[in-house]
């Protein structure tokens, strides 16, 4: 499955954005869906995920009451809407794809990646 994210940008603290994923190929129905990003010289971090049917999700501590992640199967799309925006959520973020059975939070379970979005928050 290719991935392709979209929608990043520069933000002033406490905006919003929506990144977008698009998948093609594959069966995207099939995969537990994640985002995950990567600020300057940081390891990259979980930052949400959601089950396959869009049931069940899971939010980084830090996102949480902030981030909202949710897929839409019939357009092959995932969908990471980031409210009261910091600057510490400045970041690449990625998309990413679990063919496993269960979902994960720790990208090492995830198969598939995009080339990322830059997101820019300024204080």
């Known amino acids: 499955v290719q991935l392709v994210e979209s929608g990043g940008g520069l933000v002033q603290a406490g905006g919003s954005l929506r990144l977008s994923c698009a998948a093609s190929g594959g069966t995207f129905s099939s995969y537990h869906m994640g985002w995950f990003r990567q600020g300057p010289g940081q390891e990259r971090e979980f930052v949400a995920a959601?089950?396959?049917?869009?049931?069940?999700?899971a939010l980084e501590d830090s996102v949480k009451g902030r981030f909202t992640i949710s897929r839409d199967n019939a357009n092959r799309a995932v969908y990471l809407q980031m409210n009261s925006l910091k600057p510490e959520d400045t970041a690449v973020y990625y998309c990413a794809a679990d063919s496993g059975l269960l979902m994960y939070t720790h990208s090492g379970s995830y198969d598939y990646w995009g080339q990322g979005t830059q997101v820019t928050v300024s204080s």
């Open positions: 959601i089950s396959r049917s869009g049931r069940n999700t």
